[in-house]
């Protein structure tokens, strides 16, 4: 069974950093693409990161040079550094296998960034 | 950056009507084009990918069509349960976009 959980959620303050994992069961992460995806609360969902199975990564302009996506293959797991947090990154931040469509989501992470 | 808009926002519905929401590319992009489903407190769904290939698990009242600018996301039979947000996603390049979101509420 595919499963994806989230963690490293939480409170921080304004220009701190934080990381997230996603940790997979099911399938393997370094052979997929993977994704993170975030919602605003009350909002709608924004793509924020893709990394490719061959290692390649995409960010959306709104975290270009602040967040790192990356993996760990002995882990299974997916993680996201984010840097330089901003309030309008305030939201769920959600895992996601990526294979053009995103066919399996995680629980989703809050991270609320706020002085 | 490819926008897709769409329509309605909102939209309140009796069960066992049929519901139609429309997705709109600001340009073509083929089929690359995937619908989900939001419930309250979840995380969303896959219900349709490449506009029209239905998804194993999925019930068949729900059917996507369309290619190009314009796709549709059926709902034959609504049920009490189908109530949720409804997202559209494009595919075909960067950056990956979502639609705004289509909001059913079921009276």
């Known amino acids: 069974e595919v499963q994806l959980v989230e963690s490293g959620g939480g409170l921080i303050q304004p220009g701190g950093s934080l990381r997230l994992s996603c940790a997979a069961s099911g399938f393997t992460v370094s052979s997929n693409y993977m994704s993170w995806v975030r919602q605003a609360p009350g909002k709608g969902l924004e793509w924020v990161s893709v990394?490719?199975?061959?290692?390649?990564?995409y960010y959306a302009d709104s975290v270009k040079g602040r967040f790192t996506i990356s993996r760990d293959n002995s882990k299974n797991t997916l993680y996201l550094q984010m840097n330089s947090l901003r309030a309008e990154d305030t939201a769920v931040y959600y895992c996601a296998r990526a294979w053009g469509n995103f066919d399996y989501w995680g629980q989703g992470t809050l991270v609320t960034v706020s002085s | 950056e490819i926008v897709l808009t769409q329509s309605p926002d909102f939209q309140s519905v009796t069960p066992k009507e049929k519901v139609t929401i429309t997705c709109r590319a600001s340009?073509?992009?083929?089929?690359?084009l995937h619908w989900y489903q939001q419930k309250p407190d979840q995380s969303p769904k896959l219900l349709i990918k490449?506009?029209?290939q239905s998804i194993s698990g999925v019930p068949s009242r729900f059917s996507g069509s369309g290619s190009g600018t314009d796709f549709t996301l059926t709902i034959n039979s609504l049920e009490a349960e189908d109530a949720a947000a409804y997202y559209c996603?494009?595919?075909?390049?960067?950056?990956?976009?979502f639609g705004q979101g289509t909001r059913l509420e079921i009276k």
């Open positions: 996603h494009q595919s075909s390049s960067f950056p990956i976009t």
């Open positions: 490449y506009a029209s």
């Open positions: 990394i490719y199975s061959g290692g390649n990564t």
């Open positions: 340009q073509s992009i083929g089929d690359s």
